[in-house]
Structure formats: C-alpha cells, structure tokens
C-alpha cells in the first residue's frame, strides 16, 4: 500500500510504536520498542525518519519501511531521554536527558559529536529557529542557551530557584521563548533579534498558567508581533498539566 503523506505515530509504556492513518484511523504498522517505555517521538522534516527515546537509548526508523528494527540506535546517555529533536535539514539530532547532559548526534556519523552538561537532569530542549542554538530546561529550574558556533554555554538563568522546568517553546521566527514549570507558571521573555547573538532574555509576562504542576507550553506557529502579546495570544501558547508531577521508570 502507499505511505500516507501525514505520518501519525503513538508510543508510550506498552513497549511499542504505532502508526496509523489519520484519515480512517486503522493501525498498517507495529513496531516493537523492547527496551523500555518510550518517552518521546519526533519525525525529521522529511518524513522519512522517526526517532523513539526511552531510558536510555534512542532508535532511530525509518518511516517509509517495514523494517522492524531501527535503522540506528544511540546509546550514550545513561538515564531517561526527555527531549528529541533534529536540525531543520536531518543532518543531526539532538537530545536532552535525566542524566544531566544535551548531546548532538550527527546522523551522517556514528556516536555523540558534542555534549553539554546541565548540571541537573534535563526536562527540556529546544532548537532556536536560527539552527546555532539549543535552549534547556532542567530539574533544578536552570534554562541554559547552548551556543554550537562557540560550542558553549552563552546564557543562563533561573526564574524561580528549585522550581524544576518542564517545558521550553520558542516561536518561529526567535522572537520569543516561553518556559513552564513545576507550580504551573509560564514566563514569557523577548529575545534579540537579527544578526546579533540571542544570549538576552527580555522579560515580558509571568503567568499564573495554572494551579499545578505543568506538563507542556507550545507556541503557535502563527506570525505573532511581540510587542502585542497578551495573554490570550498566548495561548496559542498550549499549556497542559497534571495533577501530581509522573515519575519516568524503565
């Protein structure tokens, strides 16, 4: 049968990886994760890979297969993988973990290329949309800007001290980044935009989002002024939580 052109992937504590059309809703494939729960999923921008990160691997499959096993399989980090997520043209991944480290993974060569220690286990990370910079948020409540050109550490802050992170968006164009965290705040910074380095963080809002524990911010991906954002915009910021913060098990 022809592969769907909208991929829809699920995977979670039973050990395995679906995929589904979303137009009838039938499962074409099954794919067997032995290793432990699966955490999170992300696709390359192609469609043609999708990473599953668990504790403490990451497998990489090809969509397009019937391939039961992965095509790649990395195993460097040594706790939960929390974050997964690849370079605009699939030429590397990234991941964060409970381990305390970031890491990059270049699809075109074996092992970690670089790694970061946070200092804290990671919850969080996103890519800036300038494809030069990774943004983390750990348990002890840091958020940390990685900068790939100088391969450092360029900015760092704490909202609210032992206040863990749990989720980091950022909009399309740079121009903003939100952070959630564990008492169900949401903070909302302006960053410098251009050509200049983006290790500044403007403080617009500080949302009183929810009254627990958040489990995730998105940003839509919508053009959006940042001088005009309120809090009803925001959200096009998606916030979601939980009643007790869930603990990640093998």
């Known amino acids: 049968m022809p592969h769907p052109s909208v991929v829809l992937a699920t995977a979670g504590y039973d050990h395995t990886i679906r995929f589904w059309e979303a137009t009838s809703g039938r499962c074409y494939r099954t794919l067997q994760y032995t290793d432990s729960q699966v955490n999170r999923l992300e696709i390359t921008p192609d469609k043609q890979l999708l990473a599953a990160a668990g504790n403490p691997h990451i497998r990489l499959f090809e969509i397009n297969s019937n391939q039961p096993t992965p095509l790649l399989s990395y195993d460097n980090h040594t706790s939960n993988v929390t974050a997964v997520g690849f370079q605009q043209d699939a030429k590397w991944m990234y991941?964060?973990?409970?381990?305390?480290?970031?890491?990059?993974?270049?699809?075109?060569?074996?092992?970690?290329?670089r790694e970061y220690e946070s200092r804290g286990a990671v919850n969080t990370v996103v890519l800036h949309p300038n494809q030069?910079?990774?943004?983390?948020?750990?348990?002890?409540?840091?958020?940390?800007?990685?900068?790939?050109t100088a391969n450092s550490c360029s900015c760092?802050?704490?909202?609210?001290?032992d206040t863990p992170i749990r989720s980091l968006t950022c909009m399309w164009d740079g121009s903003l980044v939100v952070a959630a965290?564990?008492?169900?705040?949401?903070?909302?910074?302006?960053?410098?935009?251009?050509?200049?380095?983006?290790?500044?963080?403007?403080?617009?809002?500080?949302?009183?989002?929810h009254n627990t524990y958040i489990l995730k911010c998105l940003l839509s991906p919508e053009f959006c002024e940042p001088h005009r954002v309120t809090t009803k915009q925001l959200c096009a910021a998606l916030c979601t939580t939980a009643p007790n913060p869930p603990k990640l098990i093998a």
């Open 181 to 209: 965290n564990n008492v169900g705040t949401c903070f909302v910074w302006r960053l410098l935009r251009g050509n200049q380095m983006m290790t500044n963080f403007e403080p617009l809002h500080k949302l009183k989002a």
């Open 156 to 161: 760092e802050l704490v909202p609210e001290v």
């Open 132 to 148: 030069t910079e990774l943004i983390s948020g750990d348990q002890n409540g840091n958020i940390r800007v990685w900068d790939l």
């Open 95 to 113: 991941s964060g973990s409970e381990d305390g480290t970031v890491k990059i993974w270049d699809l075109r060569a074996p092992g970690c290329q």
